[in-house]
């Protein structure tokens, strides 16, 4: 069985450029999760997505931020408009359910120069 | 929210029995109590969870105090590869999936 695929591993933009993150979770797995983790600090939950709807977004910043889960394809989070203050891993989850384990992928590190 | 303490390192001697503590004094009855770790800024592993017995698997066991307040993982073998951040979390109850993580504990496995 794959795990959680986030593609890409990394990536680099410049101030005011957008980055698009994908996740694909295990395969039937409905429900996905974002963390993000700034340098030297610990994971921070950002948004939780069931097919098609944002169940819980209170970890997301009120700008430039948004994700969604369509009925097909992976999971994306989309930021806009980068500032350096966004440089960080940013790591994808998902479950069988809403109370099951959440298994992690391998994340993306995200550096704005 | 139900919140957990833990060491902020600890060292063990490879091949050693690595016993890492968790107090969760708040924690609620329908609460379970969940381990990962992160191996040098990889994704969070899964290790194992539970919510009152002690719980084994092939990573590790899981010892519940019977009141529930506290709970220490234990790998019975270490290795230098068991070297990673441990977190220890209470799963919230009707707050959605989110995982809530703490500081964890270093733990440093040496030859």
């Known amino acids: 069985n794959a795990g959680v695929m986030q593609n890409p591993r990394h990536l680099v933009r410049r101030r005011g450029q957008e980055a698009r993150l994908r996740c694909s979770p295990m395969k039937g797995h409905s429900h996905v999760y974002w963390y993000r983790q700034l340098p030297e600090e610990g994971l921070k939950f950002m948004v939780y997505?069931?097919?098609?709807?944002?169940?819980?977004e209170s970890g997301m910043p009120k700008e430039r931020f948004s994700a969604e889960f369509p009925k097909e394809g992976p999971s994306i989070l989309r930021i806009q408009q980068v500032v350096r203050g966004d440089s960080a891993a940013y790591f994808c989850a998902s479950s069988l359910g809403r109370q099951e384990t959440q298994y992690f992928g391998p994340g993306t590190r995200l550096l704005v120069l | 929210d139900a919140k957990t303490t833990q060491p902020p390192s600890m060292d063990c001697a490879e091949g050693r029995a690595a016993n890492l503590p968790c107090n969760h004094s708040?924690?609620?009855?329908?609460?379970?109590v969940y381990w990962y770790r992160q191996i040098h800024s990889q994704g969070p592993q899964y290790i194992i969870h539970?919510?009152?017995n002690n719980e084994t698997n092939e990573m590790a066991s899981l010892i519940i105090t019977e009141d529930r307040k506290s709970s220490t993982l234990i790998l019975p073998h270490a290795t230098l590869r068991d070297t990673a951040v441990y977190y220890c979390?209470?799963?919230?109850?009707?707050?959605?999936?989110?995982?809530?993580f703490g500081q964890g504990t270093e733990l440093s496995v040496k030859p």
């Open positions: 997505l069931q097919k098609e709807n944002i169940i819980d």
């Open positions: 539970g919510l009152k």
């Open positions: 979390i209470v799963r919230v109850p009707n707050q959605g999936g989110k995982l809530i």
């Open positions: 708040t924690i609620s009855g329908n609460e379970y």
